[in-house]
């Protein structure tokens, strides 16, 4: 009874665990071929019957597990009304039945290409891509954590050695790793099979998930192959460079992720800061400070929807009242045309790419402020790209509602609001520049400068300059020249706004003007 008991519980945490990878990932159902073969290979390792009778053996243990795979289908296929056309079977399918040939060309194509990616390239090729971009000693941090992780594994090799009661006796050793490479192997392959049948494919550039089902799979692959190393120190070597390569990778990726997340998280308190409000039916064209921020060129609009527009609608389908666009090159040609107007949507949710009517926003590197872009006098850091230059011009800053009450994103999403620094008084300074109120940003300038707070961005000390000049503070506005005019984009800016102020300025500002911004800009 107390087995059965046992037994049974097995069974329905294998059935309630199934269903929920699957339903947290559509497309790991192909690793269910992977537990079959994993039966098949454990049931029958030492059995020397005909392969029909191993087949119907493993069926015979494997058959329960159908409840699995056959439950999904079964609600997908019947019950569940689905928006989504990526995880659309027939939908998928009729694809590859309008066009066999081709299609199947590419599915073996991208199903070739994500298994190196899986079985060889994650391993591998990802942390040079992710070490490169940490600081120093984020680098440090992760050498060391690597160097411990392969010292547990060497811990636990020798562990295994001392309580293993026989040595490999009658090839035993070579038909265990040949278990794992064709368990590996087809497991990789049939793990990524309806990832690619979904028109999908495992990238290991960036996030993505699509290879984490199958990563099981690519971790017993990986063994069968260091296990085929004769030499046992190369095997050894190989081992523990593996190791080596995926820790780095891993804490590589985590690290990033974090900073990712700590950058978007700080880049809209900025705006929020800046923008107490915005009028309904803007589209968002945001320049991200790191690469692959920018949610595939969607510009992560529901992070100002959050904040500018909570209030829960009870819709089936939300509309968004914020649209957004990531600018890069495949957006850039529409921003630039500034005349279309597009409907879309993405699974539970609307939008429209009003491109007549759009709102700019750059944050060049994670040590610049925010820089909401007024066409009239756009602030292009030294660090944009040229895209933002071009786009500036198309910004509406009259969208930005200035005398909102202003908004505060929830903190279980945005976390808690930065410490005060220099980019508090830039925003609020270049709010006050908006309305026109030149004393407020002087006065802002003054306490920043008071505190020793200082842009890391030269092209954000320009609103506080015009304020020092159109209050007569010459004496300032020499002492900031010092920190200006290194840059030539920022001295030609400065020397543009500067002599371009409409209100009346006295002979020492002037002077100043001519000799400190002006002088050799032309």
């Keep these: 009874a107390q087995r059965g008991l046992e037994k049974a519980s097995y069974i329905l945490g294998a059935i309630v665990t199934g269903w929920s990878y699957i339903a947290l990932v559509d497309y790991a159902i192909g690793m269910e071929a992977f537990r079959f073969i994993a039966v098949y290979v454990l049931l029958n390792r030492n059995s020397q019957n005909p392969f029909w009778n191993r087949l119907f053996a493993t069926l015979k243990a494997w058959v329960w597990t159908l409840v699995v795979p056959l439950g999904v ?13 990526a995880t659309d079977i027939g939908g ?19 199903i070739y290409n994500s ?19 940490m600081r120093l000693r984020d680098i440090t941090l992760s050498i060391v954590l690597a160097v411990i992780v392969t010292l547990l594994v060497v811990f636990a090799e020798k562990q295994i050695k001392q309580s293993a009661e026989t040595k490999d006796e009658g090839g035993k050793q070579a038909k265990v790793t040949n278990e794992a490479l064709i368990l590996g192997g087809l497991g990789m392959i049939l793990g990524v099979l309806p990832v690619v049948m979904a028109n999908r494919y495992v990238n290991i550039s960036g996030f993505s998930h699509y290879g984490l089902p199958a990563s099981l799979a690519a971790a017993v692959f990986m063994a069968g192959i260091i296990e085929i190393i004769a030499l046992s120190s190369v095997r050894k070597a190989v081992l523990y460079g593996v190791i080596v390569f995926a820790s780095l990778s891993h804490f590589g990726i985590a690290t990033n992720a974090a900073t990712e997340e700590k950058a978007l998280q700080e880049f809209w308190w900025q705006v929020s800061w800046r923008v107490p409000d915005i009028q309904p039916g803007t589209t968002l064209v945001i320049y991200y400070p790191l690469p692959g921020m920018g949610d595939g060129g969607a510009a992560l609009m529901e992070a100002a929807n959050v904040i500018y527009f909570p209030e829960f609608t009870g819709d089936a389908i939300v509309h968004y009242p914020l649209s957004g666009l990531t600018l890069n090159s495949e957006n850039l040609p529409g921003i630039l045309d500034g005349t279309q107007i597009v409907e879309s949507g993405y699974r539970s949710h609307t939008y429209t790419f009003d491109y007549t009517n759009v709102l700019v926003m750059s944050q060049p590197t994670l040590n610049s402020c925010v820089h909401v872009m007024n066409a009239s006098a756009p602030l292009i850091s030294e660090y944009d790209p040229v895209d933002v230059s071009l786009v500036a011009s198309q910004s509406k800053i009259e969208n930005v509602i200035v005398d909102a009450e202003p908004v505060s994103p929830p903190e279980y999403i945005y976390g808690k609001e930065p410490d005060t620094g220099w980019c508090s008084y830039f925003q609020a300074a270049d709010l006050a520049a908006q309305t026109g109120d030149w004393e407020r940003v002087a006065a802002l300038g003054d306490e920043a400068i008071a505190l020793s707070f200082a842009p890391e961005d030269r092209v954000e000390w320009l609103p506080f300059l015009k304020a020092y000049a159109i209050r007569g503070d010459a004496e300032t506005l020499k002492q900031l020249s010092k920190r200006v005019i290194g840059e030539k984009i920022i001295r030609l800016q400065a020397c543009e706004m500067l002599s371009s102020i409409e209100q009346p300025l006295n002979d020492d500002v002037r002077e100043m003007i001519d000799v400190n911004y002006c002088k050799g800009s032309e």
């Design 73 to 85: 289908t079964i609600w997908r296929v019947f019950f569940f009304t689905n928006e989504r056309k």
């Design 92 to 110: 998928q399918l009729s694809v590859f039945f309008s066009n066999p040939v081709s299609v199947g060309i590419d599915w073996f194509l991208q």
């Design 115 to 133: 298994v190196l990616n899986l079985s060889v390239q994650a391993w591998i090729n990802q942390f040079p891509t992710f070490i490169q971009s």
